[in-house]
């Protein structure tokens, strides 16, 4: 059993990589080649944002930062519960991460707890839609709004899913996404997107991605090498033929696991709040003895994974970085309990039977 089994989705979508791949070869515009401005129209159409392709998800998410002016003195508040990368970029332009609590159910950004985070150096508020389910978007906006703050969505696990009817990536300022392998939407190496509907934003972060040129070898900011190179942007064009059928699917089967893990009282299940789904980039419970429990399905040849097991207001490079608000503690015990079951569009219902019955054991 694979935890995310990109070779059966190979398998259903070989021959149209396979023709992408080629034609970029043929053609040899490895960087900026067609294919780029032809996955950015798509994915603007997808979306309803504009669409700027670059060479990672962090790169999206710093590209912003620094199209926002953000830097040494200004704070940002996000989540502490989230990959190293959301605070990464913000330690990187020279800002403060400043942290506060998650929910304990969706393990999002508790919005309810940005007022007494916002200070005459607050620039930006990036809360992170964690696990494939966007965070509470309107509510975060209205704050930031009634602050004159800009919002961007960290949407590297939730691209696909919609909140209030509005695809995840669209919903503030700015959104930004991964399209690292593992994720709904993922290429073959690196890759990411920054979706924006202001189109001077839009021309700087352009900018930004190409050493800040406004022409070629005229600069008029200073940029950085990040542009996602044609070869990834052929195998998302391939794979987006399909995104449709997969978000549906990984729907379908994150209400299987719900309904086959109703029966164990043990464990603390997922929720996805009625005004939004999931593209369930991870399906993640919560489970006391999580070591114990992790092991035993090893054992029995069932894949998990941990996201994550350390908050990032504990990590050595950002303990000293960061500030603060108040406790953490559904941070902490999120960190002690999560794990992440096998989950892709591929798997069938007997292997997550499989997996269900294996947990049950464990859990027993």
Not at 156 to 168: D, L, P, V
Not at 194 to 207: G, H, Q, S, W, Y
Not at 301 to 326: E, F, K
């Amino acid at each position: 059993m694979e935890f995310i089994d990109l070779k059966a989705q190979y398998n259903a979508l070989g021959s149209a990589v396979d023709d992408r791949i080629k034609a970029v070869l043929t053609h040899g515009q490895f960087i900026m080649g067609p294919e780029v401005r032809e996955l950015e129209d798509r994915l603007t159409s997808f979306c309803g944002a504009d669409c700027i392709t670059v060479s990672s998800g962090t790169e999206a998410l710093l590209i912003a930062l620094m199209a926002l002016g953000v830097g040494p003195g200004d704070e940002v508040i996000t989540s502490p519960f989230t990959f190293a990368a959301t605070a990464e970029v913000i330690a990187l332009v020279g800002a403060t991460p400043v942290f506060i609590d998650v929910e304990p159910d969706t393990a999002n950004m508790d919005a309810r707890l940005l007022e007494g985070a916002i200070t005459d150096r607050t620039r930006v508020i990036m809360p992170v839609s964690l696990y494939g389910q966007p965070a509470d978007i309107s509510e975060i906006n209205a704050i930031a709004d009634a602050h004159g703050l800009t919002v961007i969505e960290d949407a590297a696990q939730s691209f696909g899913a919609t909140y209030q009817g509005r695809r995840s990536g669209a919903l503030s300022s700015i959104g930004c996404t991964s399209f690292f392998p593992s994720k709904p939407l993922g290429c073959y190496g690196d890759g990411g997107a920054i979706f924006c509907t202001n189109p001077d934003l839009a021309k700087v972060m352009r900018e930004i991605r190409v050493h800040g040129q406004e022409r070629r070898y005229y600069h008029t900011r200073v940029g950085l090498g990040g542009r996602m190179d044609t070869i990834q942007c052929a195998v998302v064009l391939a794979k987006l033929d399909r995104f449709e059928w997969e978000i549906d699917q990984r729907i379908s089967i994150g209400d299987r696991y719900l309904s086959l893990l109703a029966g164990l009282n043990s464990i603390g299940m997922p929720v996805v709040r009625p005004d939004r789904t999931s593209v369930w980039a991870q399906f993640t419970i919560q489970v006391e003895d999580r070591d114990r429990i992790a092991a035993a399905l090893k054992q029995k040849g069932v894949p998990t994974a941990i996201h994550y097991p350390i908050p990032l207001h504990r990590q050595p490079a950002y303990s000293d970085l960061c500030r603060v608000v108040g406790t953490l503690p559904n941070s902490e015990a999120l960190s002690e309990r999560v794990l992440s079951l096998p989950m892709h569009p591929y798997l069938d219902a007997s292997s997550q039977e499989r997996v269900v019955e294996t947990l049950g054991n464990a859990l027993r």
